[in-house]
């Protein structure tokens, strides 16, 4: 008998929900889902039918509540240290550097994994009723899967240090006035709010978005002006260009091809 997929997708024209089904552990990130996961990003990144991905979790309860603890309980400094590059690679980083958009529709817990999982995603929709955190200091750890990083980029250095030395958990009206989520709606409006936004994003120019993911990423880095102008310059070489242009002077909606 086959095993029940981790993740599932269900498409709605070219916008792609994956939900993650760990529902009993609230969709604690062990390995499996991690490299489940990092293999279907790796693969929709050649997917020419998909130009959004919305990411959620099953059940009412969690987007997802952290890594699985009971699968790190006994790890030591080398294992650690090794799941954390590994991870970042080939699920968080591949995720923020994806040429397509990922949304990240947060229902109920974000924690610790979880919510390095939703800061990888270039947009974020809560529900009224999440709580998101990162408790890792109550294990004895940080966040490892960018979260120190992302977070402090995201809301600030100041707030993240303060929410990641707290360990406390914020509910969606605080995530969304400090610019954790960019929105909150009610529970049952969650997924028809996220698939709203992914519509708008994969109604414009699916290169352009990958030129601006690259852009917006490489933001605080040395070398982010550079990367602008580089992902700038490229955009003029593409077909989406003459077509956005044309539709502006034709006063009509462009109609971008989908590589
Ligand atoms: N891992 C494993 N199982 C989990 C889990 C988690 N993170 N969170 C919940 N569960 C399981 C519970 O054990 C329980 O399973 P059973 O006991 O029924 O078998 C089931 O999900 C339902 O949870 P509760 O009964 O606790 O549900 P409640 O509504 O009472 O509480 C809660 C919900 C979210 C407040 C609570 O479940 C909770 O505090 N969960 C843990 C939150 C947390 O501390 N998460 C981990 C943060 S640390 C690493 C890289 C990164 C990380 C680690 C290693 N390496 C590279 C090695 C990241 C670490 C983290 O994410």
């Given at each position: 008998?086959?095993?029940?997929?981790?993740?599932?997708?269900?498409?709605?024209?070219?916008?792609?929900?994956?939900?993650?089904?760990?529902?009993?552990?609230?969709?604690?990130?062990?390995?499996?889902?991690?490299?489940?996961?990092?293999?279907?990003?790796?693969?929709?990144?050649?997917?020419?039918?998909?130009?959004?991905?919305?990411?959620?979790?099953?059940?009412?309860?969690?987007?997802?509540?952290?890594?699985?603890?009971?699968?790190?309980?006994?790890?030591?400094?080398?294992?650690?240290?090794?799941?954390?590059?590994?991870?970042?690679?080939?699920?968080f980083?591949?995720?923020?550097?994806?040429?397509?958009?990922?949304?990240?529709?947060?229902?109920?817990?974000?924690?610790?994994?979880?919510?390095?999982?939703?800061?990888?995603?270039h947009?974020?929709?809560?529900?009224?009723?999440?709580?998101?955190?990162?408790?890792?200091?109550?294990?004895?750890?940080?966040?490892?899967?960018?979260?120190?990083?992302?977070?402090?980029?995201?809301?600030?250095?100041?707030?993240?240090?303060?929410?990641?030395?707290?360990?406390?958990?914020?509910?969606a009206?605080e995530?969304?006035g400090c610019?954790?989520?960019?929105?909150?709606?009610?529970?049952?409006?969650?997924?028809?709010?996220?698939?709203?936004?992914?519509?708008?994003?994969?109604?414009?120019?699916?290169?352009?978005?990958?030129?601006?993911?690259?852009?917006?990423?490489?933001?605080?880095?040395?070398?982010?002006?550079?990367v602008?102008?580089?992902?700038?310059?490229?955009?003029?070489?593409?077909?989406?260009?003459?077509?956005?242009v044309?539709?502006?002077?034709?006063?009509?909606?462009?109609?971008?091809?989908g590589k």
């Amino acid at each position: 008998m086959s095993e029940a997929p981790l993740v599932t997708e269900e498409l709605h024209g070219n916008i792609a929900c994956w939900t993650l089904q760990r529902p009993k552990q609230l969709n604690a990130l062990n390995g499996a889902l991690i490299e489940a996961l990092g293999a279907m990003v790796e693969e929709v990144q050649h997917r020419d039918e998909v130009r959004c991905v919305i990411l959620t979790g099953s059940g009412d309860k969690a987007f997802v509540a952290g890594a699985d603890i009971k699968e790190f309980a006994d790890f030591d400094s080398v294992a650690g240290r090794r799941l954390a590059e590994h991870g970042q690679r080939t699920l968080f980083d591949a995720i923020a550097l994806s040429s397509k958009p990922f949304i990240a529709a947060i229902g109920g817990f974000a924690l610790g994994g979880g919510l390095e999982l939703a800061l990888a995603c270039h947009v974020r929709i809560a529900s009224d009723n999440a709580r998101m955190g990162l408790p890792e200091v109550t294990l004895g750890l940080i966040p490892g899967y960018g979260g120190t990083q992302r977070l402090s980029r995201i809301i600030g250095r100041g707030r993240a240090m303060e929410m990641i030395l707290s360990a406390r958990m914020v509910k969606a009206a605080e995530a969304l006035g400090c610019g954790l989520v960019s929105a909150s709606v009610p529970r049952e409006s969650l997924m028809e709010e996220a698939l709203r936004v992914a519509q708008g994003l994969a109604a414009n120019s699916p290169k352009a978005l990958a030129a601006a993911i690259r852009a917006v990423q490489a933001s605080g880095t040395p070398e982010g002006y550079e990367v602008e102008i580089d992902q700038f310059g490229r955009c003029f070489a593409n077909e989406d260009f003459k077509e956005g242009v044309a539709a502006f002077l034709e006063k009509r909606k462009p109609d971008f091809p989908g590589k």
